[in-house]
């Protein structure tokens, strides 16, 4: 099973720890056969140093960045000092694409705009945090 987590309010927006359990409990070794993705927007390198900064060992994970994604297709992309832009309809649909490409089977992401554009066979988890929740 692939599972996979964005980071921007989600796994950083998390003061109870919940979802931070299940991610770990994922990677723990007796759930062999799960591999765990990060699915987050920026360059490759920046989500690295944003999970060193949530304490996450990134050594085991498939990081997959939504920008570099997007690039590597083909898509028009521009820079902003905000970071990398494409045009909303194509970022929307950009997580769906991941999880159909990488057979994701289950996603938490905080953002429901990318659940209409996920493939049938994947499950998609709205997180929204602790404080959004109360
Ligand atoms: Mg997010």
């Known amino acids: 099973m692939n ?9 950083d927006n998390d003061d109870d720890g919940m ?6 409990a994922f990677c723990e070794p007796q759930w062999e056969g ?13 989500i690295k140093k944003e ?3 949530l304490g996450i060992d990134y050594s085991d994970l498939t990081i997959i960045s939504v920008v570099d994604y997007l690039k590597r297709k083909g898509y028009y992309m521009w820079n902003t000092p ?21 057979n994701i089977d289950m996603i938490f992401d905080d953002l429901i705009q990318y659940k209409k554009y996920m493939p049938e066979t994947t499950k998609f988890i709205l997180w929204q945090g602790y ?4």
């Open 131 to 134: 404080k959004r929740r109360l």
């Open 3 to 11: 599972v996979a987590f964005d980071i921007h309010g989600t796994l």
């Open 82 to 102: 905000k970071g990398w832009f494409a045009r909303s309809d194509v970022w929307w649909k950009s997580k769906g694409m991941i999880c159909e490409e990488y």
């Open 51 to 53: 999970l060193e900064a």
């Open 34 to 46: 799960v591999k765990v993705f990060i699915v987050s927007g920026p360059p490759v390198e920046q």
């Open 19 to 24: 979802l931070r359990g299940i991610f770990d």
